[in-house]
């Protein structure tokens, strides 16, 4: 028997196997484009990508700055962007000025929003929510003074950067509906995962 909490940890995870069956995405609501600049977000409108049926995502964009700017462009759900917008801008700039007595400036890789996949571990074989992109992996944050802040290398420090990332995994549980790290399994050693969908399961940490 598997546990509830074990299931839903499956149920988010972000292993790459084959697309197997369908699971229902959440819908964005038509509205949500047309707030990301106000937002801060930095993004251009995309279409849905080519995949092979049930992925694909619900007003799609192309984000550069959510307001953070990124390594390199993610494509996600409009929704999402929303999400991880609020995140950063509300929670994450001042936790850095909080516990690193400075501003971030951009997200690391890895950075991966849409990808067409499977659930880790899932024996109902359902979509990742990757695959809707209503997933985030985001693997750590540069500082104004060009120190990067690993969540592979910083997560087990003692020290500021330790618990800057903790409290950064922590508030994120305010904004999404999944938050996975480091202390999860070893399948999120390099970044924390965010999710937006049907399932609840916040696991920021075991020491914050």
């Not at 546990?3 to 196997?17: D, E, K």
């Not at 994450?92 to 849409?114: E, K």
Request: charged share 15%.
């Amino acid at each position: 028997m598997v546990s509830t909490a074990g299931l839903l940890i499956a149920l988010a995870g972000c292993a790459q196997r084959p697309v197997a069956a369908p699971a229902a995405p959440v819908s964005a609501g038509g509205q949500c484009v047309g707030q990301l600049r106000s937002l801060g977000t930095v993004y251009g409108q995309a279409e849905s990508p080519l995949a092979a049926h049930p992925c694909g995502i619900e007003d799609p964009v192309l984000v550069t700055a959510a307001p953070l700017p990124f390594a390199h462009p993610v494509l996600m759900g409009c929704e999402l962007a929303a999400r991880v917008t609020r995140w950063q801008s509300e929670a994450v700039i001042a936790d850095s000025r909080r516990y690193l007595a400075q501003p971030v400036t951009g997200a690391v890789q890895p950075l991966i929003g849409y990808a067409c996949r499977q659930e880790i571990g899932s024996r109902r074989n359902y979509v990742s929510q990757h695959g809707y992109g209503r997933a985030l992996d985001i693997g750590g944050w540069r500082l104004a003074d060009g120190t990067v802040v690993s969540v592979a290398r910083d997560w087990h420090d003692g020290g500021a950067k330790g618990r800057f990332l903790h409290a950064v995994a922590l508030d994120a549980c305010r904004y999404f509906a999944v938050v996975l790290t480091p202390d999860v399994n070893a399948a999120h050693r390099s970044h924390f995962h965010v999710d937006i969908g049907d399932y609840r399961y916040c696991a920021p940490t075991g020491r914050h």
